[in-house]
């Protein structure tokens, strides 16, 4: 069989250049390491359990939305639904803060601003920039060559906010340390100091800014959902086949060896994986070089460290809400411990409980409770990783202190009350998505890894492309999938050229 397209990586980046290149008519193979697709998007069962392995929630799936058009475009929306999440909760150490977000962006600032009616001023400056930045974003998709020969004067605030990180803005802007800790909650594992400016405008402006969703059947229904699309469309997907080799002849690529040694000639890839694994472990020696300088200086994000709880316990909406994230305290002193390699006494926690939102998750009388907090991918040398035993005893250790200390808060019980009790530590999410040190969210979006700090999904080398969230635009189910997206344009144009 002749493929015009590999993708390698069946996760929401490799998934969405697959579904949408197969739809415009181009014969495209999928491989996958793992016993299935998703990447970390994936779901789990256990004893009638259902568990989301990784994400929370995304946004961008309302009629319209970003998500929901380029789901549209795939083939895959047919096959989902999303619920909306009604409400989350920030625990702060001085105050909580109940979010009620089925209004979207506009709700959510009303909320913030009544409840720090001292910092009115600054509020509206802080957030008349991020609608500015929201826009120029916007229009920065559907740019003319006009525009882009008179960039600065167009996109005036991209060029002034790109290496603005949003800890200096809401220095300017604010006084209370209560509205920064608000307004910094957002899903990045970096505190504001070291968090993009344009990341969290793009993130509140444009993927946020309608509400925010889960899908109905757990997170794994939405790379379920892409796959059926691409094979729908024609596309072939081989799993538990990873690639180990990208071919490459007189600077054009030829295809992919895998780890059995098959070789499967293309004349087109796409990495949609680790992007130190894709340019420099899967190239042949001679053309690492040109990669190695810009791969070495690239931050990865840190990794996370997860308990899933199966639980009989009478919870609803008063108990918590679907989505609760308690507050460290301070951000840049639990970062700070986590660079180091240590994990913090009172980390930050984030806490979900899918049942709420779909009931049909967990058997009937029980419910699902799952933590999820920042970790270093060195915590006590590697968690041990060397020794099995050793392994287990720390991994267990973590998460009965993450545990306990979401019982003795927020619920009581929950220990005794647990039928399923598992755990994942940055090594297991490596293990099964050979992520960077399982970095969470691929590179951290720091000021200098936004836009065009990030690498770009065409690479110097004829016919290798990248996807996923290590590349433009971004990272996040969302993020990722968008990836996908300018693979998929710009290997469309390259063909119908
Ligand atoms: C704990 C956690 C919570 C998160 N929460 C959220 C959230 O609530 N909302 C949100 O939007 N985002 C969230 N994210 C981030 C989001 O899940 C990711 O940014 C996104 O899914 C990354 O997709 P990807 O395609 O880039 O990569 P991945 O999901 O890593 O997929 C890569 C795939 O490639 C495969 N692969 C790797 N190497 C090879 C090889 N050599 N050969 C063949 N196959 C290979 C892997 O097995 C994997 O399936 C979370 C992430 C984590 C870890």
Redesign the pocket.
């Known amino acids: 069989m002749h493929y015009d397209v590999i993708v ?7 998934l969405t250049t697959a579904a949408l290149l197969v739809r415009r008519g181009l014969r495209v193979l999928l ?4 016993e299935r ?5 994936t779901s789990f069962t256990r004893k009638g359990f259902t568990f989301d392995a ?5 946004g961008g799936c309302e009629e319209g939305g970003e998500f929901h058009k380029l789901l549209a475009q795939t083939g895959a929306l047919p096959h989902l639904h999303f619920l909306g999440i009604e409400t989350a909760r920030n625990i702060y150490p001085d105050f909580s803060f109940d979010l009620h977000l089925t209004g979207g962006f506009e709700e959510y600032l009303s909320e913030v601003k009544k409840r720090f009616p001292e910092e009115q001023k600054g509020f509206e400056k802080y957030f008349a920039l991020l609608r500015r930045i929201g826009a120029e974003i916007g229009r920065f998709e559907t740019i003319t060559r006009w525009q882009m020969l008179l960039f600065p004067f167009f996109f005036w605030h991209l060029i002034r906010y790109e290496r603005a990180s949003l800890g200096e803005i809401m220095d300017q802007s604010f006084q209370a340390e209560g509205i920064k800790q608000v307004l910094s909650s957002l ?1 990045a594992h970096l505190p504001p100091a070291r968090l993009s400016l344009l990341f969290t405008a793009t993130l509140i402006s444009k993927v946020l800014a309608q509400g925010v969703w889960y899908p109905q059947g757990g997170m794994g229904t939405i790379a379920q959902a892409l796959e059926t699309a691409f094979v729908e469309g024609g596309g072939e997907v081989r799993l538990k ?4 080799r990208i071919e490459v002849e007189g600077g054009s690529v030829q295809g992919v060896v895998t780890r059995g040694g098959d070789f499967f000639p293309a004349q087109t890839v796409v990495a ?3 992007i130190r ?1 894709a340019l420099i472990d ?1 190239l042949p020696e001679e053309y690492r070089g040109r990669f190695s300088s810009m791969v070495h200086t690239l931050e990865y994000s840190l990794s ?1 460290f ?1 308990v899933y709880l199966g639980v009989k316990m009478d919870l609803d909406r008063r108990t918590l809400p679907y989505f609760t994230y308690v507050s460290p305290g301070d951000a840049q002193v639990e970062y700070d411990q986590l660079i180091r390699g240590e994990m913090p006494d009172y980390p930050a926690v984030i806490i979900t409980i899918p049942t709420l939102l779909d009931p049909s998750l967990a058997p009937p009388g029980h419910h699902i409770v799952r933590l ?1 907090t920042p970790a270093p991918y060195g915590f006590r040398d590697g968690w041990g990783w060397n020794d099995q035993s050793r392994y287990r005893t720390i991994k267990e250790e973590v998460a009965h202190r993450l545990i306990r200390l979401v019982e003795g808060r927020y619920l009581p019980g929950l220990l005794k009350q647990s039928i399923v009790i598992e755990a994942a530590t940055p090594r297991t ?1 490596e293990r ?4 960077e040190k399982g970095a ?3 590179l951290a979006p720091t000021p200098g890894q936004i836009g065009r700090g990030r690498p770009a999904n065409k690479t110097p080398l004829k016919g290798l492309y990248l ?4 590349t433009r635009p971004a ?6 999938a968008l990836s996908g997206r300018f693979a998929a344009d710009m290997i469309s144009k390259e063909y119908r050229r």
């Not at 086949?241 to 180990?244: K, L, N, R």
């Not at 099964?432 to 992520?435: E, L, R």
């Not at 990272?475 to 990722?480: D, E, K, L, P, Q």
């Open positions: 390698i990586g069946g996760g929401m980046g490799g491989l996958e390491q793992g697709t998703g990447g970390y998007v990784t994400g929370s929630f995304l899903p086949t990873e690639v180990e949609a994986i680790n694994r899967l996370s997860l999820m999410l099964y998505t050979a992520n969470t969210y691929g996807a996923g969230h290590y990272h996040g189910i969302v993020g990722a």
